[in-house]
């Protein structure tokens, strides 16, 4: 799955007629309809401000995706379909991708239409940068100075983050732990006994390009 941490815009025109395209992140399914009035504000001119959104609702243990898309006028499946597609085949999630056109005077047709929706999200598209949302815990550990080198050499090797080290009567890190890794690594760290103690832990993620 991609993610996208920020705003993106592009656009094309053809035969006249421009489709201004805007890439936008989405927190709550909720913002959908704030991020289309911003559109249709910023492009008054514009006829038609067509759309997909594909959105995770995450529960306690449950994973839903809503996708929705909308012609906003233009024949059907000319519009929206094209850019859900577009944004499907990158597996994108939590996006919302909209493309206002302002009409130049010539008809395109459907197929016309479908292209060009298709290929104003797709400038979009390629102007986004992506990233990966990885699930894993950040912990806090107490260690004694002796084994504080041998530690940093195992987490590096590991490709675990040590987020901040506290130099005190022991040293603290705090480190980050992707989901896949934490078994392996718990029983590791059990191994050195007393000497290392959990000081917290909890769930968290985080995105990576």
């Known amino acids: 799955m991609k993610f996208i941490k920020e705003?993106?815009?592009g656009e094309i025109?053809?035969?006249?007629?421009k489709f201004y395209a805007g890439l936008f992140p989405l927190e709550r399914e909720a913002?959908?309809?704030g991020l289309l009035e911003a559109c249709r504000k910023k492009y008054r001119d514009a006829r038609?401000?067509?759309?997909?959104?594909i959105f995770l609702e995450e529960g306690e243990g449950i994973l839903q995706e809503h996708k929705k898309q909308s012609d906003?006028?233009?024949?059907?499946k000319t519009a929206g379909m094209p850019i859900l597609q577009r944004m499907?085949?990158?597996?994108?999630?939590n996006a919302l991708l909209v493309v206002s056109r302002i009409f130049g005077g010539t008809l395109l047709g459907t197929g016309g239409l479908s292209r060009a929706y298709s290929d104003a999200a797709k400038a979009v598209l390629e102007k986004a940068v992506f990233l990966e949302r990885i699930e894993g815990w950040e912990l806090q550990l107490q260690i004694p100075y002796s084994l504080l080198g041998k530690l940093e050499y195992s987490f590096t090797e590991q490709n675990i983050s040590i987020l901040d080290k506290a130099f005190t009567e022991n040293v603290i890190l705090r480190i980050r732990v992707k989901e896949e890794q934490y078994s392996g690594f718990e029983k590791q760290i059990r191994e050195y006994g007393p000497q290392v103690v959990f000081l917290a832990i909890k769930k968290c993620r985080w995105y990576t390009r």
């Open 7 to 9: 705003c993106f815009y």
């Open 13 to 17: 025109e053809e035969k006249k007629s």
């Open 31 to 33: 913002d959908v309809e």
């Open 48 to 53: 038609h401000h067509c759309y997909a959104y």
């Open 72 to 76: 906003d006028g233009e024949p059907a």
């Open 88 to 93: 499907e085949s990158l597996e994108l999630k």
